[in-house]
């Protein structure tokens, strides 16, 4: 607040003056419109207006075109101006206010051309006289603010006008005339689309009431309004609607079906159950409401199934029933298996659900794989036999071609096999194994490496094709198609490596006096090899020849070496680095001085002819000659008589004792002797 003061010719004179904020542009309302044009847009303004500024007229400028404005002043400090909008491209454009004096007011304010408007249809076009029901309008370019709905001379407005998108709004119906025919209008902030739609206002009228079932129970008032108006009323006793069960939750298309029905209230009623547009009648028997549903051929998935009264035909209850194409088994690989079980076999077949499988009174350890597959591990059975392998379902469902037989045998049991050992690259050699209870589905396991049986020639013989095998001892077994029980038999397999192996040597002492030594190797495997492949090294120095004997043996010449030990290898074309090695002696040359005796009966062990023989001598092992000296054979001596027959022993007497015989040679070699223990020379 400000004064001022002055002088005149009477005295002094004051007066007092006021500054108030500067005026601004704050709002656009709409901050929307139609491209056409046409329509009022509010500026609302922040500021108290001056005096001045109710005398001339107030320009609005939207981005380049310009209309007149109106001031409105409500109150000192609340006040707008009100615009004609001038037709415009649809685009975003900024807005700007000019008072009469032509001063720009400070603000920025942005308004929106979208395209011309349009309606196209209104549901439900017709409805009663009350009101209160809902309208659906569809249109185009429909702004969201200022809406309002008119019903001929009526408008809904605020909270009875939902704008959903540009394309749609939702109009609350308000009370009309009856038996007419309303224009309904759209206003766009003023702006009312040019196009028309009709709205048909009806009396409903009421011919019968069919039913009384509903989610209460006992006498109750029924009325039927349209909008606010009640148009019928009659009292009615209802009956609570059912909660309905029924077994089984699942039917197959192509079959019929039995379908057990619980929770209906009364017995005495005649009822009807529906699946989709297929009915049939509700009997009560023993106990329980049962209806069988004729073959269904489509409807797959979830479908509705209702029960109605028969004569009446309301519905009393409903739930849901699953139908499904029919699964079916086609084959079960493989069909045959061990009275033990634990083996995996497959089912294969079309439509399956559910992974449940059962033989006899047994379930299977089972998996659904897809919709045509089952994986399934064997139960073990006490007696071997044909046995009905067949889908289990949760209820009591009735199927065809669910079940395939199974043919549970008795073990196999391997007594041999041939051969039992074998080189570990002899891929796709025949393994025959002999045993009991052998078939076609039979795998032959080598240690962890399994192959399919070639053939079974008998129940007694196998025929396996080997597989490329590690050198070891492996286990050999053999098992039905499938999973390996774990008491299966199981024998030993020796697979060997096909490298050149020296097996035994033979002579192992050899005589470093001789000028060539002949050594035996035997060795495995020797195969294909020929000669010329094959040489012997002694001390990894000096080669030399070997010749093949047989398919296992063959002869080293040795040269002459120091006394000690030979280490002797074979090679194979002068590669030597991968084989074993043996080892023999070499010991001195060895010759016969004397033989003691030099004479001996013919009777020796063992027996030789009478005259005179060479004794010889060679090492153990080896034939090769060290010496040899004569030796006499003669007949063996024989006693006829001796002379005397007794005699007399006494101190200091030694009687001579004559013996008469045949072939008596040298008496320096004989011995007489006496009893056990005396024993003379004789002369």
């Avoid at 001379?153 to 939902?162: D, W």
């Avoid at 699942?250 to 529906?274: E, P, V």
């Avoid at 399956?352 to 139960?379: D, E, T, V």
């Avoid at 032959?444 to 399994?450: E, H, L, M, V």
Wanted: with cysteine; charged share 15%.
């Amino acid at each position: 607040m400000n004064g001022w003061e002055g002088e005149s010719v009477g005295g002094t004179i004051s007066g007092r003056y006021e500054y108030y904020p500067r005026v601004k542009v704050k709002a656009l309302v709409p901050s929307q419109g139609p491209s056409v044009g046409g329509t009022v847009v509010t500026v609302m303004l922040d500021g108290r207006i001056g005096g001045q500024d109710g005398i001339g007229e107030w320009l609005c400028v939207f981005g380049d075109s310009r209309s007149n404005g109106q001031l409105n002043v409500s109150s000192p400090d609340e006040s707008s101006v009100a615009c004609n909008l001038p037709p415009s491209v649809p685009s975003t454009v900024s807005v700007q206010v000019r008072r009469p004096s032509g001063q720009k007011l400070p603000g920025g304010l942005r308004f929106e051309y979208v395209l011309q408007a349009r309606l196209i249809s209104v549901s439900p076009s017709h409805g009663g006289a009350g009101g209160g029901s809902r309208v659906t309008i569809t249109g185009e370019g429909i702004g969201r603010e200022g809406l309002k709905c008119w019903f001929g001379g009526k408008a809904v407005e605020g909270e009875g006008v939902q704008w959903i998108s540009s394309s749609l709004i939702v109009c609350s119906v308000c009370r009309v005339e009856k038996d007419s025919v309303v224009a309904l209008k759209v206003d766009w902030s003023g702006f009312i689309l040019p196009d028309t739609l009709f709205y048909t206002v009806i009396t409903p009228f009421v011919r019968s009431i069919e039913g009384t079932y509903a989610d209460i129970q006992g006498i109750d008032t029924l009325q039927v309004l349209t909008g606010d108006d009640v148009v019928y009323e009659q009292w009615l006793d209802f009956v609570k609607t059912c909660s309905l069960q029924i077994k089984p939750s699942r039917i197959f298309t192509g079959q019929r079906s039995i379908i057990t029905i619980s929770g209906l209230l009364s017995q005495k009623s005649l009822y009807r159950c529906r699946i989709n547009n297929i009915s049939s009648p509700i009997r009560y028997k023993n106990g329980h409401f049962v209806s069988f549903v004729p073959s269904i051929s489509d409807f797959e998935g979830r479908n509705p199934f209702e029960v109605y009264d028969s004569i009446y035909d309301y519905q009393v209850g409903i739930t849901s029933i699953e139908i499904s194409a029919s699964p079916r088994i086609s084959f079960i690989y493989p069909c045959r298996g061990p009275v033990h079980g634990g083996i995996a076999i497959e089912v294969h077949g079309e439509h399956f659900f559910s992974p449940k499988m059962r033989i006899g009174n047994a379930l299977l350890n089972s998996k659904l794989l897809s919709s045509s597959l089952i994986g399934c591990i064997l139960p073990p059975v006490d007696i071997p036999g044909m046995y009905q392998l067949q889908i289990e379902f949760a209820e009591n469902i009735e199927i065809f071609n669910h079940s395939k037989t199974f043919m549970f045998e008795d073990s196999p049991t391997i007594m041999s096999i041939q051969p039992n050992q074998m080189v570990h690259d002899t891929v796709g050699k025949i393994l025959t194994v002999f045993g009991e209870n052998f078939n076609s589905n039979l795998i032959c396991i080598f240690g962890n490496i399994s192959a399919l049986a070639l053939s079974s020639p008998s129940s007694s013989i196998l025929q396996c094709s080997v597989p490329s095998l590690k050198v070891g001892v492996l286990s050999f077994s053999i098992s039905f198609t499938g999973l390996l029980n774990p008491d299966v038999q199981h024998v030993p397999l020796i697979v060997e490596s096909n490298r050149l192996r020296i097996v035994s040597v033979y002579p192992t002492i050899l005589n470093s006096g001789h000028q060539t030594n002949l050594v035996l190797l035997k060795l495995h495997p020797i195969g294909t090899m020929s000669n010329g492949e094959l040489f012997c090294v002694a001390n990894d120095t000096e080669f030399s020849k070997a010749s093949l004997l047989n398919t296992t043996v063959i002869l080293c010449e040795i040269l002459p070496f120091l006394e000690g030990q030979l280490k002797i290898s074979v090679c194979h074309r002068r590669t030597c680095g991968s084989f074993n090695d043996a080892v023999v002696s070499v010991i001195p040359p060895m010759a016969i001085h004397q033989v003691l005796p030099s004479l001996g009966p013919i009777g020796g062990a063992p027996p030789m002819p009478m005259g005179r023989a060479y004794l010889r001598l060679s090492l153990h092992g080896n034939d090769r000659l060290v010496g040899s000296l004569p030796v006499e054979f003669v007949a063996e001596p024989m006693i006829t008589m001796i002379q005397p027959t007794n005699v007399l022993l006494s101190s200091g007497n030694r009687p001579v004792v004559t013996v008469y015989g045949n072939y008596f040679i040298d008496t320096e070699m004989m011995l007489c002797r006496f009893g056990q223990r005396q024993t003379v020379r004789g002369q």
